[in-house]
């Protein structure tokens, strides 16, 4: 065999090489959680949602475990976390805090008593400034964050039941009167 | 229930697709003719299958149902029919189902045409796509399918991605999908000649028309492109060597590439191993291309939305077929001897620079694409290459390419002698050269002198490829369609390296902050804000600027440019106002809003850039015309010629 004829083969070889370093070495990348995670949230102030004249800030919830999440009435997606949310709120294991994020206040009024109210309290992000600062991409996107005022958790997306059961749940202190994760609910 | 179906026409389509490539494949090594004959109906199948699929998802969008993840992630109940239909590929999953229904189209095609063909080679071309086939389909069906239930439904969709939201945009896709799909075709062929383990003589005679094809909807893609991001993303370029385009530049260039060494194999039966890599480069880098960009690979190193097992699969796949293409060109390819030998000022001489030429310029456009990826890979940091280093690269290879094209089309095959043509090249080396200094001088007042280069090459492949045919007109001979396609090609090659000159040269900007009322004058022209207005949309609220553009006190146009807000993704867009005068383009797009009433505006004057729209359309339109010629329309077979009767039938 002329080995001429196996340039092109080695050239591509080494290009298919190449490629799969490339996507081993994103899927490193693709795992990196959030470089907010481990360390204190941004400082947030943000006007509630039934009273905008009032307003709630991370300084306030010092000393509590809350999850802060993002979401809006124009996002699909939002919807389909809704369920999961309801039911996390009903095991009362942690409050949520709902940061309605660039949306009309009435729409998300008309969402809350149509769908159910999974929140402790829901604060509004129609600038989205607070969202660029938590460097929130899209919603929903959740954050958990503990007495301390440290993320501890970031949900890139929706809360599926699982991710509750075995991202949320576990980082979460053991409640008395609860049995722990994973022992049943 | 009608998404499911759809899901399950693809499972369909995909064993179909695993029996078309058997029987295409196995049957004519085994020489089983009931096999190979059994390879046309599973193409047929399959297509009706992939048909079947792609009308439930387009049934799936024109009908709202946003219980289809893929629907609901990228169409809203605001969004026009037009653009709901177009949703089809304005994401990964609908692009993906795309390309296997432009392939199926293809491969339908090449069953119809290939009746005439030996019915083994026939069997193994369509074997071939049938491997392609089934591998897409088992990669929708894997890692992205299109019909994936949200449950519960969304309330409404997402909706289309607002740069999606354009006619150009909603055309550009499909027509530069099936140039890339179409490529498939020629390596298809290379990969049954190989099979064979011989070429037919005919073989580059059956394979060109259908790179002609593919090329000539490649060219119309790429400018459709170029076109859309001129005219949308409101800062008037119309290339800018991001991945994306070159993603469709590099396949491009091998296809070009390509016809022109199949003719060489056509004409004189050499460059026979050469015309085969091609053939098999020109598809890689097509599948190569539209995974970098669509699958995320080359992105992915700098997002968290990376999918790795989309990305492992599809190298999987790339590693099958163009490694198994090239391991079979290295056992096959030594078997090709071209034995005849031709000069070096023969036209074989300058076909075999052309290629090379090519096939440089595509290589560099590759390397500044994955170097980038190639860095990162090796822990630097991340590497960004742009036009800098590809103007300067690419213009390297073209130039002496643009140059010897003048030459190239007067040498005769096989015999090196240029004596008679020497004439004709000098009168219209002269000409050109005249023409780009007067244009330069008169129309320009001299400046930029170094676009006289520019202008005169253009100008001199336009008139040395007239020559040829305008002597054969007076000649009174006759024109075959063939030439004129070749002609026609040129020329619009010719036409846009003037254009693009002018506009490289020529074009004057600037960035201006106007008031109501305000003014400026760029470039001659006078640019006056008269003021802006909210206007509604189906799915978006606008700001509506009206600009007059003036010249010596003289109103040319008033233009609207528009900045897009779009409801649901709260994305805007831009629509610039472009008025076009003699070939020259009045540009204004709108920018910030400055507070007080103030706007940014960014004005262009774009000379000749009407050209640069009009010389690529020539060239798919010269392939259009080259792929006509009477003799790549197949004679019936020989079965059928005994029997004048059927085919007297067929013919009705």
């Given amino acids: 065999m002329n080995p001429r004829f196996l340039v092109p083969l080695a050239v591509f070889v080494g290009l298919v090489v190449v490629l799969a370093v490339g996507i081993n070495h994103s899927r490193q990348v693709g795992v990196l959680q959030s470089p907010l995670v481990g360390h204190a949230i941004p400082q947030w102030e943000l006007p509630m949602l039934t009273d905008p004249g009032r307003s709630l800030s991370s300084r306030e919830l010092k000393g509590q475990w809350y999850v802060l999440n993002f979401w809006g009435t124009w996002c699909y997606a939002c919807r389909a976390e809704h369920e999961q949310l309801l039911k996390a709120q009903r095991d009362a294991r942690v409050q949520i805090i709902g940061v309605d994020w660039k949306d009309e206040n009435a729409a998300a009024l008309d969402w809350l008593s149509k769908l159910g109210n999974p929140y402790t309290q829901v604060v509004t992000d129609q600038d989205g400034r607070t969202a660029i600062d938590l460097g929130v991409a899209a919603a929903p996107e959740s954050f958990l964050v503990n007495p301390e005022g440290v993320i501890v958790y970031k949900e890139p997306g929706v809360i599926t039941p699982q991710s509750w059961q075995h991202e949320f749940l576990p980082r979460l202190p053991p409640q008395r009167g609860v049995p722990a994760p994973g022992a049943g609910s | 229930m009608l998404p499911e179906l759809g899901h399950f026409a693809l499972v369909l389509a995909m064993l179909l697709a695993g029996l078309q490539a058997f029987f295409g494949i196995v049957g004519p090594a085994l020489g089983r003719d009931r ?40 169409s809203n109940s ?11 590929w304005g994401a990964h999953e609908g692009s993906l189902l795309l390309w296997i229904f432009l392939l199926s189209v293809w491969t339908l095609a090449v069953a119809v045409v290939a009746r005439n063909l030996p019915p083994r080679f026939a069997a193994r071309v369509l074997g071939v796509l049938g491997v392609l086939s089934c591998g897409f389909l088992l990669f929708t069906l894997a890692t992205s399918d299109p019909f994936h239930r949200l449950i519960p439904a969304a309330a409404d969709g997402r909706d289309l991605n607002p740069l999606l939201q354009d006619p150009g945009l909603a055309v550009h896709p499909p027509v530069l999908y ?36 593919a090329w000539a909807f490649l060219t119309c893609g790429i400018t459709l492109g170029s076109w859309w991001s001129y005219y949308t993303l409101g800062w008037g370029g119309y290339w800018e060597w991001d991945p994306v385009e070159n993603a469709s530049f590099m396949p ?66 790339l590693g099958l077929v163009i490694g198994g293409a090239l391991a079979l060109y290295a056992w096959r390819a030594p078997l090709l001897k071209s034995s005849a030998g031709f000069d070096l000022l023969s036209r ?42 590809f103007r300067p690269t690419f213009l390297l290879a073209m130039i002496p390419l643009l140059l010897l094209l003048s ?22 080396f002269v000409a050109a050269l005249v023409l780009g200094a007067a244009v330069v001088l008169g129309a320009f007042g001299g400046r930029h002198a170094l676009a006289v280069t520019g202008l005169g090459i253009g100008a001199w492949i336009v008139l040395s490829s007239l020559v040829d045919p305008v002597d054969r007109l007076r000649r009174r001979l006759r024109l075959s369609r063939a030439l004129l396609g070749m002609t026609l090609a040129h020329v619009g090659l010719g036409v846009a390296v003037i254009a693009l000159t002018g506009v490289e040269a020529y074009t004057s900007e600037r960035d201006i902050a106007l008031g109501a009322g305000g003014s400026a004058e760029v470039g001659g022209y006078a640019f006056k804000l008269l003021g802006t207005q909210p206007v509604e949309g189906p799915n978006y609220n606008a700001t509506r600027a009206t600009v007059e553009v003036s010249r010596d006190g003289r109103l040319i146009t008033t233009l609207f440019p528009e900045v897009r807000q779009f409801w649901v993704q709260q994305q805007t867009r831009k629509v610039a106002g472009i008025y076009n005068l003699h070939g020259t383009d009045l540009f204004i797009a709108l920018g910030d809003d400055l507070g007080a009433g103030r706007w940014s505006l960014r004005a262009q004057i774009r000379p000749l850039i009407t050209l640069l729209w009009l010389g690529p359309l020539l060239m798919a339109l010269g392939g259009a015309l080259a792929l006509s010629d009477r003799r790549y329309r197949l004679a019936r077979s020989a079965e059928r010629a005994t029997m004048p009767a059927a085919a007297h039938g067929e013919a009705h």
Avoid at chain 2, 198 to 205: G, T
Avoid at chain 2, 368 to 386: C, E, K, Y
Avoid at chain 2, 409 to 427: D, M, P, Q, T
């Fill in chain 2, 78 to 88: 605001a969004l026009p029919l037009m653009y709901r239909i177009a949703a089809l």
């Fill in chain 2, 252 to 317: 491009w260039l091998v296809a070009t590439a390509l016809i022109h060494s199949l003719a060489v194999t056509e004409k004189r039966g050499l460059f026979k191993s050469w015309t085969l890599l091609l053939a098999i480069l020109g598809f890689s880098l097509s599948l190569l291309g539209t995974f970098l960009v669509r699958s995320g690979v080359l992105v992915s190193v700098h997002s968290f939305a990376a999918d790795p097992a989309r990305g492992r699969f599809i190298l999987a796949f």
């Fill in chain 2, 35 to 74: 096999w190979v004959a059994a390879t046309t109906s599973a193409v047929a199948g399959q297509c009706v299958m992939v048909a079947t699929a792609v009308g439930v998802l387009v049934y799936g969008f024109v009908n709202f149902d946003f219980s289809i993840l893929y629907v609901a992630e990228n």
């Fill in chain 2, 407 to 428: 030459v190239g089309v007067h040498a005769n095959w096989k015999r090196g002698r240029l004596e008679s043509s020497v004439r004709a090249l000098l009168i219209t």
């Fill in chain 2, 178 to 213: 099936t140039g890339y799909v179409g490529l498939a075709v020629a390596f298809a062929f290379a990969c049954a000649a190989m099979l064979e383990g011989r070429m037919d003589p005919d073989w580059a005679r059956w394979t060109r028309p259908w790179t002609t094809a």
């Fill in chain 2, 348 to 389: 074989e001489s300058f076909l075999l620079f052309n290629n090379i030429l090519l096939v440089v310029a595509a290589a560099t456009v590759l390397g500044g694409t994955l170097a980038p990826l190639i860095a990162d890979t090796m822990g630097q940091t991340s590497l960004s290459v742009g036009p800098p280093y």
